[in-house]
């Protein structure tokens, strides 16, 4: 017996086929309008021809829904129907009616994440468990300013299956870069960047660095200013030269700060670090890069927003967005529709339904599959759906006109 048949990929189907060839003793349980991991090797048509590859296939048709209600599970149905590449099933609710779908529409992302913030504070403030709500979006740099939005309320929130954004690795370095800018003796921020993107800095010579500082009493950068010979002694040239070339960066970068340029920080930080290239190569670069380009969108806003802001307050509201309280039992989980598989709640949100986010539009897009992932996120809702768009979100360290999604 095999579970989760849609999800198998072509080396577990031959596997599959090998082991049942003799006595055709195989059975499988799988849907195939969840099938949403095309991007990892998943193949659908092993679930879509395995009565046309296995003789004497028996077919059994599980339609009867014990989850949502009927409301949900049309909705669900009306969506996978646009799929050709299907068995074919319709569900019907054991619960009946009673649901709810609504539509949330904002003028961007960070009114999107303040309705749904005060709407599921009026919920939990009515009697709602915050563990039976989730809001769940397709691309995980969404995260950011749901998470911004639900600090600001005072909200409890857990990310399932991913990390938070200003925990991210690739959103932490830019930070530390950001943090040495505005003080070039903030040894913790250079220990984390001093190697990224590469520069041949290796842990041998960060600690040969480290110590050399802590016998002279001062920072890496002062040790770099009134002891160069040293570190050249102790590191060699090639070590030394990068050393050199990071501090020569870091001190033209803030020149540009103090000359008033911050709108333009983050554009002379990529030209001369390129960080994002070094990210990009990495095997998730595409998530990541995304990441990056939210923060950047994020950057950008707040100065347009406050043209007086300087670069320590900026630091200071994001340190206040990232301390939240510890995590109880009872929060608003968020999620990637991938990480919330299998689960169910109460009510759910779903965030970002624009062209180009979901559905994820490009030319490795899988239109049926992007339906799929829809499909699965609506049948996450037991009771109450909203699915929430944008007219504009920061895309890519732009802001982007959306149309709403059409799929």
């Known amino acids: 017996?095999?579970?989760?048949?849609?999800?198998?990929?072509?080396?577990?189907?031959?596997?599959?086929?090998?082991?049942?060839?003799?006595?055709?003793?195989?059975?499988?349980?799988?849907?195939d309008d969840q099938s949403i991991y095309g991007w990892r090797g998943a193949n659908i048509r092993n679930i879509l021809e395995f009565a046309?590859?296995?003789?004497?296939?028996?077919?059994?048709?599980?339609?009867?829904?014990?989850?949502?209600?009927?409301?949900?599970?049309?909705?669900?149905?009306?969506?996978?129907?646009?799929?050709?590449?299907?068995?074919g099933k319709k569900l019907i609710s054991h619960k009946g009616e009673g649901?709810?779908?609504?539509?949330?529409?904002?003028?961007?992302?960070?009114?999107?994440?303040?309705?749904?913030?005060?709407?599921?504070?009026?919920?939990?403030?009515?009697?709602?468990?915050?563990?039976?709500?989730?809001?769940?979006?397709?691309?995980?740099?969404?995260?950011?300013?749901l998470e911004e939005g639900f600090t600001?309320?005072?909200?409890?929130?857990?990310?399932?299956?991913?990390?938070?954004?200003?925990?991210?690795?690739?959103?932490?370095?830019?930070?530390?870069?950001?943090?040495?800018?505005?003080?070039?003796?903030?040894?913790?921020?250079?220990?984390?960047?001093?190697?990224?993107?590469?520069?041949?800095?290796?842990?041998?010579?960060?600690?040969?660095?480290?110590?050399?500082?802590?016998?002279?009493?001062?920072?890496?950068f002062s040790l770099y200013k009134n002891h160069r010979d040293l570190i050249s002694q102790e590191l060699g040239k090639k070590a030394d030269f990068s050393i050199g070339e990071l501090f020569e960066n870091l001190i033209s970068l803030q020149e540009e700060i103090k000359d008033g340029k911050l709108a333009d920080l983050l554009d002379i930080l990529e030209n001369k670090i390129k960080l994002k290239a070094y990210y990009q190569s990495l095997p998730d670069g595409y998530e990541r890069v995304l990441n990056i380009d939210e923060f950047y969108g994020f950057f950008q806003e707040s100065i347009l927003l406050n043209p007086d802001l300087q670069l320590e307050e900026l630091l200071n509201d994001i340190s206040l967005q990232s301390d939240q309280d510890n995590i109880t039992n009872d929060a608003i989980s968020i999620m990637s529709i991938h990480a919330a598989k299998g689960l169910e709640f109460e009510y759910v949100y779903v965030i970002g339904l624009e062209e180009e986010f979901f559905p994820l539009l490009g030319d490795d897009c899988n239109i049926e599959e992007e339906r799929r992932l829809g499909y699965v996120a609506i049948t996450r809702a037991k009771s109450h759906l909203s699915l929430c768009y944008s007219d504009s979100r920061f895309y890519k360290g732009k802001r982007k006109l959306c149309k709403k999604a059409d799929f």
């Open 1 to 31: 017996m095999v579970d989760e048949y849609q999800d198998t990929n072509e080396l577990q189907f031959k596997l599959l086929e090998l082991l049942a060839s003799e006595h055709n003793n195989l059975c499988v349980v799988g849907d």
């Open 52 to 87: 046309s590859i296995f003789a004497n296939t028996k077919t059994v048709k599980l339609e009867t829904n014990y989850r949502s209600k009927k409301e949900i599970l049309d909705a669900a149905n009306l969506l996978i129907e646009h799929n050709s590449s299907r068995l």
């Open 99 to 145: 649901g709810s779908i609504k539509i949330i529409h904002s003028i961007d992302e960070g009114n999107e994440a303040k309705s749904i913030a005060v709407e599921i504070k009026s919920l939990i403030e009515k009697g709602v468990n915050a563990r039976d709500i989730a809001v769940l979006y397709r691309i995980n740099a969404l995260s950011r300013s």
């Open 152 to 220: 600001k309320e005072r909200l409890s929130y857990k990310l399932i299956g991913g990390i938070r954004f200003y925990e991210r690795s690739e959103i932490k370095d830019i930070i530390s870069y950001l943090r040495i800018l505005t003080n070039l003796n903030d040894d913790f921020s250079l220990i984390r960047i001093i190697n990224k993107p590469k520069r041949g800095i290796g842990k041998t010579s960060i600690d040969k660095l480290q110590n050399l500082s802590l016998k002279n009493n001062c920072s890496i």
